[in-house]
């Protein structure tokens, strides 16, 4: 009994021997199994993990950039930014925030609080808040509001709320409201451009946003001091228009008077330089408030809702396409005197109408001019006398110089959706279509390209692209203007003799003055030039023309020996008793000529258009701050020597840059970003191959010449930061 209880014991000290051993192998692997995940994620997934974790510890926040300026071409600001807010809202942690039993709210609690403090309201918000957007998708952000301010976005962070979200965001900014309106465009939500200029120079304008990321708590609340990266953002870069703030104020004024005065649907006012196709005034109305563009646009006219905001939004002067009527006039008869078809002492005689066939096309004058000279049909504006210039010159002909001067082409100006009109061609042009054309009927025009045709009349006959900017710039950090480019019109030169010119304006002065003696209009010192017209337009429901819709416009330019500037106003469906285009728009003309003559009179005028040399900032680095010195001055630039080294190393801007005389180029700078092999690429564009050359050579920048003549195009961007010993090819012309 006893030796079978000692070999149970036995037995069974064996067993928990074998137990023990089985247990400490177990967890001996377990730790081997461990130990090898462990290896596994330390080696193999350290990246992988390291990325997670960083998900989780960092928070990346978008830094906005600014919007570029746009600005008159005397700097004063036309568009700019400011600083607004945006509320966001992080749903997971808005749900993690009405979980929290701290707390003790609910979803509609959270959403009647934050419609009070916003002023969005309750229902838009319960929806804002549900996790699922309209197409049934889950989404973990949404937006708020934007654009609110300072005060708004304080009582939303009063209220605490975890997951809401509040962040600067900059907002477009129209400090003269109306003024330029169409010109100018304007911006969506997100400071995208829609239309005008804000549209044309969109990338130019539009900066480049920068970002932090920075470390944070379990609550996602920023740790101070353990910002792990930071990238500045980069501002949008100016844009000077070719604008003068004090013509276009002229501008709108004169058109806001044709409008009320008048009864009219539109107007619009263009002042322009034609020896440099420099648009100096822009003015339509009706206009709109860009700072606030979706609160007008019902005033306008259209099917719907969407057609309404397209018409407010459009530019009549570039968009709209029209027949000229009378001021198409001056093209013929530049045409005709080109062509020598017409002299001064010729006769044409006007019994009231021409007949083609069984139709009468009538002249205004329906009782007849009677016998009159090649000057004093325009200056009566007799349909008569130019259908019978029509038929010496023929359609043929009259079609080369109608697309010489740019009709039913886009004038390629820089303003968005250009109309370019309609011309008929030489084989649909009937006989019965050369008498209308010769007149201003049939074939359409846009505002602007009517006023370019006749700045090659003003300018003594070159074609000039006309434009809106002068130049696109940046503020370098020491506050001087970077000029990154200059915008440089193409020119058709002389489309027309320059004789012919000064007798067409001649006759002009003559239109202008009634037959009277030159300055009749605004005095005996001041020669004034132009036509009147009187155009009918079509009825788009009975077809052909309305007998009771016009537009009434002229054309005009001062001085007439050498015209400095142009107008056109365009007056369309007046409808306050007269209709006729010497009734309507002469007034306007005179009272528009009366401050604009006051203005260039003045000292304000010639100390503003004297135009500021630009110069190519010259390189400085391994120069003695001495001979620095010395170059800046023989260039006509300052210099601030920010640390006293003997030898320039570092320098801002960056040669090559173009800036204005006068400007202060910063060397040895005392927080230097800057690159020693950085420099910027030059426009050499219209400079001979010697002076290009010399710019090149002294930037060390290497360079092919293709051609003859003048730089026309070079394969490097102007305005682009090039390594020195870049490579640049220059065609010339």
């Not at 648009?279 to 700072?291: E, G, H, V, Y």
Request: glycine fraction near 8%.
């Amino acid at each position: 009994m006893k030796g079978r209880t000692k070999n149970n014991t036995k037995k069974n000290n064996n067993n928990s021997r074998e137990r023990a051993l089985y247990v400490t192998i177990g967890v001996c692997l377990v730790f081997l199994a461990l130990i090898g995940r462990l290896t596994y994620i330390m080696i193999y997934r350290s990246k992988e993990y390291k990325h997670m974790a960083q998900g989780q510890w960092n928070s990346q926040v978008t830094v906005a950039a600014d919007r570029g300026d746009i600005t008159d071409r005397n700097g004063s600001i036309l568009a700019t930014s400011i600083d607004v807010y945006r509320v966001d809202l992080d749903l997971k942690a808005i749900d993690i925030y009405i979980k929290d039993e701290e707390n003790k709210t609910t979803k509609e609690e959270v959403a009647r609080k934050l419609s009070e403090a916003s002023g969005v309201p309750y229902d838009e918000v319960m929806k804002k808040l549900e996790p699922v957007n309209e197409e049934g998708v889950r989404i973990s952000t949404t937006t708020l509001v934007k654009g609110i301010d300072k005060e708004v976005a304080d009582r939303i962070k009063d209220l605490k709320i975890y997951g809401v979200v509040i962040s600067i965001n900059p907002k477009r900014y129209y400090p003269n409201n109306n003024f330029l309106a169409h010109a100018l465009g304007s911006v969506n939500f997100d400071n995208v451009g829609l239309n005008g200029v804000e549209l044309q120079y969109d990338s130019e304008l539009t900066g480049i946003p920068g970002y932090k990321i920075a470390e944070v708590d379990g609550s996602l609340k920023e740790l101070p001091f353990q910002t792990v990266k930071f990238a500045n953002p980069v501002d949008g870069k100016n844009v000077s228009l070719t604008i003068d703030e004090n013509i276009q104020l002229m501008a709108e004024k004169v058109a806001g008077k044709a409008l009320t005065d008048n009864k009219a649907t539109e107007v619009n006012v263009i002042v322009m330089n034609p020896h440099n196709g420099e648009i100096l005034a822009m003015a339509n109305k009706p206009d709109f408030n860009p700072n606030n563009p979706y609160d007008e646009y019902e005033k306008f006219e259209g099917a719907d809702d969407s057609e309404k905001l397209q018409n407010m939004l459009k530019n009549d002067a570039v968009s709209n396409s029209f027949e000229p009527g009378s001021t198409f006039k001056n093209i013929t008869m530049a045409a005709v005197l080109e062509e020598g078809l017409a002299s001064e002492n010729d006769t044409f005689y006007c019994d009231g109408g021409v007949k083609f066939g069984s139709t009468t096309i009538k002249c205004w004058n329906l009782s007849g001019h009677g016998t009159q000279t090649l000057p004093e049909i325009l200056q009566n504006s007799c349909n008569v006398g130019f259908m019978e210039l029509g038929s010496r010159i023929g359609y043929p002909k009259l079609k080369e110089y109608i697309d010489k001067f740019g009709f039913g082409q886009v004038t390629k100006v820089d303003l968005p959706q250009e109309s370019e009109g309609i011309v008929k061609s030489v084989s649909d042009a009937s006989e019965m279509d050369l008498a209308t054309i010769a007149f201003g009927q049939t074939n359409t025009v846009n505002s602007l390209q009517l006023l370019t045709a006749f700045n090659a009349i003003a300018n003594g006959g070159d074609l000039i692209q006309p434009h809106i900017m002068k130049d696109i710039s940046y503020n370098a950090g020491n506050g001087t203007k970077v000029i990154d480019e200059v915008f440089k019109p193409t020119i058709e030169e002389n489309i027309i003799s320059e004789e012919t010119t000064a007798t067409l304006r001649d006759y002009l002065e003559r239109t202008i003055n009634g037959g009277q003696p030159g300055g009749t209009l605004m005095g005996s010192e001041r020669r004034v030039g132009g036509k009147t017209g009187t155009a009918q337009t079509v009825d788009p429901v009975v077809g052909g023309y309305s007998s009771d819709k016009y537009i009434a416009s002229v054309l005009a330019l001062y001085p007439v020996e050498d015209p400095q500037v142009t107008i056109y106003i365009k007056v369309v469906n007046p409808s306050n008793g007269q209709y006729y285009g010497g009734p309507v728009t002469t007034p306007l003309l005179k009272s528009l000529l009366g401050e604009l003559f006051t203005y260039l009179d003045s000292q304000i005028y010639t100390d503003r258009y004297n135009e500021k040399e630009k110069v190519v900032v010259p390189e400085l680095r391994g120069k003695t701050t001495e001979e620095a010195k010395k170059i800046l001055e023989e260039s006509g630039l300052n210099i601030d020597v920010e640390s006293t080294t003997k030898k320039v190393n570092s320098m801002e801007p960056y040669p090559g840059s173009l800036v204005e005389s006068g400007s202060t180029i910063s060397v040895n700078l005392v927080d230097d970003n800057t690159d020693g092999n950085k420099l910027i690429m030059p426009d050499l564009k219209g400079k001979t191959l010697e002076e290009a050359m010399k710019i090149l050579d002294s930037l060390n920048i290497t360079y092919k010449a293709n051609g003859t003549g003048v730089v026309d195009s070079q394969d490097v961007l102007s305005g682009k930061l090039i390594e020195k010993g870049t490579k640049v090819k220059l065609n010339l012309k």
